[in-house]
């Protein structure tokens, strides 16, 4: 299996599940937790949002804020456009808060 396939595999997995482990990635991926390791870093240096977690229960997991099917707000654009419409009148200020309900993070 190639590096491009065995991220493409991990992130549907990702997608999926939200998390694993990095030895069961390395058993369906029939290599061994050293390349798992460096295919999260390839990912995580690409931009893909995936995070490591130590200890008991630990792996690879998506971040929190991700959610893959639906477009979100990062923090910095959900806090311009509540600084916007703290100063927009009535009618932007609705505008605004649907665009924030659409794709600000779930309440």
Known sequence: MT???RQDLMMATLRRERKATIHS?????GCD???IRRDIEALSAS???VETVQGNG???RLAEWY???RTTLGPEQLEVLRRFMASADSTDRMVLDSIIDQFGPRR
């Open 3 to 5: 590096a491009a396939e």
């Open 25 to 29: 990635f390395a058993a369906a991926c």
């Open 67 to 69: 959610q893959p099917h």
């Open 33 to 35: 937790a050293r390349t």
């Open 58 to 60: 630990g792996g690879v």
């Open 47 to 49: 931009g893909f949002p």
